[in-house]
């Protein structure tokens, strides 16, 4: 009894009065990032990547004065025991710096490097804070991609949309959800999908049926996109989890996905459609219009590697660098001029556009970050953080191996914000006792 009395007493001292306000600061800011919208040209990425830097900048100050206010309490203190976490995150901002130093473009190339800055910012301080926090604390962060589901669903299906769209345009292209387009909606949903479903497994009880509930929501969100690349990996992280599942929780997670595959036919989704044309078209070797044109993107980003293979072009710099290089490539390529209309900004594929812009040490960087939070998923489980943190770990680093074959999440603030968020909770709570 009295070793209980004392191990509370350290918990109690151990937590600043402070610690709860920034917590709960930081549950705001993943629903304001996720939902805010604004007139203008860019109305979902600029806004939420603004919100996102002053969120990250503001609550990692606030977790430095109580860090230096009070030391015996202090938030930072308890990264050092995260030792190969930090390291990684301060080995991304280390090396955004150098290339930013060395860019071709370095005003580009500063807007990036504050970008990754409030990434490394946010993730750590989520680490520093999720270490005291309970498992049902991660409830709150479940709320906006259930919103984001719900509205998608109800947008793919013309029930109802909070956006007033052109006739002409295709019913798919109106379900943004808040997010941006129907690809970007799909692999914001991505993770949290897996989140859910990790915790309905990892809980007892009420709980169970509710996080059993918003999975079966934003899994039908993901299919309400009909994003091919989300699907894909959401089924390759199905896969992982299904393998690290017990036989009966397998079962039960299979007889959920089979559920929301019915409900995606019950409602006439027409996502077998768009995986016959994506099929036909490959089948008739027309592989770029297979893949929307975006082989011109990937042409590009592996020339700019081949020039620059130690530094990249730069941090940022891709879009700045697109068009001279697909000029030069389209004698190689002339199919390309017919696309020159399509000016990407991304190359749609983010492990081409890190090689692009940060060389093979950012590549480096990013893979060996997703080995660290796949290598999570070793050891026992004690409770019900570790078994939710250790059922993650893997199919989340998968499935984002995947999604940035064919998407460009990294530079997307609602979708990188929530990827931190989650590999945050499995860094620190893998670890707890």
């Known amino acids: 009894m009295r070793q209980t009395g004392s191990r509370r007493a350290t918990t109690a001292e151990g937590t600043s009065p402070a610690e709860p306000l920034i917590w709960w600061s930081l549950q705001a800011a993943l629903i304001g990032v996720s939902l805010i919208i604004a007139e203008g040209h860019d109305v979902y990425r600029l806004p939420k990547l603004l919100l996102f830097e002053a969120a990250a900048i503001v609550l990692f100050a606030g977790c430095a004065i109580v860090s230096i206010l009070d030391p015996q309490r ?28 060395a860019s071709t473009q370095k005003r580009l190339s500063a807007e990036t490097l504050l970008w990754v800055a409030s990434c490394g910012a946010f993730f750590l301080l989520t680490v520093a804070l999720a270490e005291r926090r309970q498992v049902r604390s991660v409830g709150p962060a479940l709320i906006a991609p259930a919103i984001v589901a719900g ?63 918003v999975a079966l929501l934003v899994l039908v969100g993901v299919m309400a996109s009909e994003t091919l690349t989300a699907l894909l990996a959401l089924s390759v992280a199905a896969a992982v989890m299904i393998i690290i599942l017990s036989r009966r929780a397998a079962l039960r997670m299979g007889l959920a996905a089979a559920a929301a595959i019915a409900l995606v036919f019950i409602l006439n989704l027409s996502i077998a459609e768009r995986m016959r044309n994506v099929a036909s078209e490959l089948l008739l070797g027309r592989v770029d219009m297979a893949l929307s044109y975006r082989t011109q993107g990937f042409g590009s980003a592996w020339a700019m590697f081949v020039d620059h293979p130690l530094l990249g072009v730069g941090p940022g710099c891709f879009a700045y660098w697109y068009l001279p290089y697909t000029m030069l490539l389209s004698g190689a390529h002339p199919e390309n001029l017919l696309a020159l209309s399509q000016k990407y900004q991304d190359v749609h594929n983010d492990h081409l556009q890190l090689l692009a812009t940060t060389g093979v040490p950012g590549y480096a960087i990013f893979l060996v970050a997703l080995f660290a939070l796949a290598a999570r998923a070793r050891g026992g489980s004690a409770n019900a953080r570790q078994r939710f943190a250790r059922l993650l770990a893997a199919p989340a680093a998968a499935g984002v191996v995947v999604l940035t074959l064919g998407q460009f999440p990294l530079e997307l603030a609602a979708l990188t914000m929530m990827f931190l968020y989650f590999a945050a909770l499995v860094v620190a709570w893998s670890d707890a006792a």
Request: no cysteine.
């Open 74 to 101: 202090g938030i930072l203190q308890r990264l050092a025991k995260h030792r190969g976490p930090l390291i990684i995150a301060a080995a991304a901002i280390g090396w955004t710096a150098i290339g930013t130093a």
């Open 151 to 213: 509205v998608a669903i109800l947008q793919r299906l013309g029930i109802w949309n909070p956006f007033r769209f052109v006739a002409a345009i295709p019913i798919r292209v109106r379900t943004t959800g808040y997010i941006g387009n129907p690809d970007e909606v799909g692999g914001y949903l991505l993770v949290p999908a897996l989140a859910a479903v990790a915790l309905a497994v990892a809980n007892r009880g009420t709980a169970r049926v509710a996080y059993a509930a």
